[in-house]
């Protein structure tokens, strides 16, 4: 009797659309079994027929007739045991996981990647990585009392170490202009360790194909996205362990494309893009700040407990950051309980419309800063800025700033200067963090080509133009004097 059922569907075999097959016992065949096997239709459809529309039959055929219910029973206990069992040839699924998409327009999406496979750093790596140089692009103090910021390369030639500390400064500039990390700039190191690849660049760039050996495997189209950049994180550990201490770390890659990925330990970034500093801030808000995300997607529902994260919840009038309820957010609005958050549109609410857990050209929500500014602050002992001698500089101004006050020197205006360097030095009130940066008029805004660093200093290299200091409260209020000599 099992003979009725074997003609089996294979590839190529096509297919009519699935449906419950009746018969007269009032059950039916699994749409799923229908859809694989379709000769099902045409067989039980028959032993259907005959059993409604019989035929002058004999004796011997009355009695065979008696079997069919048991016949159609035992077609459906098989049908069910083929919809349940998988196929003895069928390969396991892939595993995958969730990655964070940024696309050059600021918004975030998630997609789903298979899932990388992660294998220890050969003795080989390990022995490069003990051999690779650290820099200091940031010294502040002891490790043991200040949140070490690691920079690592990949992609980068023997030759080109100067071009990765120029990304990796520009990197970090971008960080140290955002808050929180502006208001703890001065308690912060910033090591940069010299990753050397055998070849320039990064697999997969301009075009997928591309192939280059490179110390950390770095590459785009991870998991068939293009700007997703990918690499070996075991080998980036090693390479970052080398620095005195290690609280974040952000690799960039020798590319000019845009792209970056988040990682548990780590944030990948284009190195040459000036956009991409901004997905390194916001995967910093994951790793540093346990900042959960703010975006969603459309149509989908969250169903699980309390989220641990402090910027979302189930609760829809918000009563996890009720302290902050109506307040000001520099995202602009106020503090509320959005719907949308944790990549859900429903079921759970997050604390203002749009910050930068939503959308990278955004700042943190208030929340999302009171968060980060405490998680940063925990690693820092002891800080606080030192007061330079501001005494050897020809050109001299003072001024008073309340807190998160901001000036313009000198005097308000601008000055032109002719290619060279600038130096400047600030010497802001005891207790207080003030920040001076130098600004250039590139013709149709003002941008920001250098910032002080825990010493109140600017040295700055570049072609004439207009310039103005722009000096900053971070914390505290007082007098400051700043003194600087142009070219």
């Given at each position: 009797m099992l003979m009725l059922?074997?003609?089996?569907?294979?590839?190529?075999?096509?297919?009519?659309?699935?449906?419950?097959?009746?018969?007269?016992?009032?059950?039916?065949?699994?749409?799923?079994?229908?859809?694989?096997?379709?000769?099902?239709?045409?067989?039980?459809?028959?032993?259907?027929?005959?059993?409604?529309?019989?035929?002058?039959?004999?004796?011997?055929e009355t009695l065979m007739r008696r079997s069919v219910p048991a016949l159609l029973s035992a077609a459906a206990v098989l049908a069910a045991a083929l919809v349940a069992a998988p196929a003895a040839n069928a390969a396991p699924a892939t595993p995958s996981e969730w990655r964070e998409v940024f696309s050059p327009d600021g918004t975030i999406s998630k997609v789903r990647v298979p899932v990388e496979r992660k294998t220890a750093p050969e003795n080989q790596d390990l022995g490069a990585a003990a051999a690779a140089g650290v820099v200091a692009l940031q010294y502040t103090g002891p490790s043991s009392s200040r949140f070490d910021m690691v920079i690592i390369g990949d992609g980068y030639t023997a030759g080109e170490m100067g071009l990765l500390r120029q990304h990796a400064e520009a990197k970090w500039a971008e960080i140290a202009s955002t808050d929180p990390w502006h208001k703890h700039a001065g308690s912060i190191n910033v090591w940069l360790v010299n990753v050397v690849s055998n070849e320039s660049g990064v697999d997969n760039d301009p075009y997928q194909g591309v192939n280059r050996d490179t110390a950390l495997d770095m590459y785009f189209f991870c998991g068939g996205v293009e700007r997703l950049l990918?690499?070996?994180?075991?080998?980036?550990?090693?390479?970052?362990?080398?620095?005195?201490?290690?609280?974040?770390?952000v690799a960039i890659g020798n590319t000019y494309k845009y792209g970056g990925a988040g990682y548990p330990s780590l944030s990948t970034v284009s190195g040459g893009d000036p956009r991409s500093g901004r997905i390194a801030i916001h995967e910093l808000g994951h790793s540093v700040g346990g900042l959960a995300d703010e975006y969603y997607t459309p149509g989908t529902a969250y169903t699980g407990a309390e989220p641990t994260e402090p910027n979302v919840t189930r609760d829809p009038g918000g009563a996890k950051?009720?302290?902050?309820?109506?307040?000001?957010?520099?995202?602009?609005?106020?503090?509320?309980?959005?719907?949308?958050?944790?990549?859900?549109?429903?079921?759970?609410?997050?604390?203002s419309s749009d910050s930068l857990m939503r959308s990278l050209d955004k700042p943190f929500n208030l929340l999302g800063l009171t968060v980060m500014d405490?998680?940063?602050?925990?690693?820092?002992?002891?800080?606080?800025?030192?007061?330079?001698?501001?005494?050897?500089h020809t050109n001299t101004r003072t001024g008073s700033l309340t807190?998160?006050?901001?000036?313009?020197?000198?005097?308000?205006?601008?000055?032109y200067a002719r290619a060279g360097t600038h130096r400047a030095c600030l010497a802001a009130p005891a207790g207080a963090q003030f920040t001076l940066d130098l600004?250039?008029?590139?013709?149709s805004a003002w941008q920001t080509v250098a910032t002080s660093g825990a010493d109140g200093r600017i040295s700055y290299g570049g072609a004439d133009g207009?310039?103005?200091?722009?000096?900053?409260s971070i914390t505290g209020s007082g007098s400051y004097t700043l003194a600087y000599d142009t070219p």
């Open positions: 059922l074997a003609p089996l569907w294979v590839p190529g075999m096509p297919c009519r659309a699935a449906r419950p097959i009746p018969h007269p016992l009032g059950r039916a065949l699994p749409v799923e079994l229908t859809a694989q096997h379709p000769h099902l239709n045409r067989q039980v459809d028959a032993v259907a027929d005959r059993f409604t529309h019989p035929p002058a039959r004999s004796h011997k990918c690499l070996n994180e075991p080998k980036a550990q090693a390479y970052a362990a080398q620095a005195p201490g290690v609280d974040a770390i950051w009720a302290s902050y309820l109506g307040r000001p957010t520099p995202d602009g609005g106020v503090i509320g309980a959005y719907r949308g958050g944790h990549q859900y549109e429903y079921g759970i609410y997050r604390p405490r998680a940063i602050g925990s690693r820092i002992s002891g800080g606080g800025t030192p007061t330079p001698d501001c005494t050897v807190s998160g006050g901001i000036a313009y020197q000198p005097d308000g205006s601008s000055f600004m250039t008029w590139n013709g207009y310039f103005t200091y722009r000096v900053r």
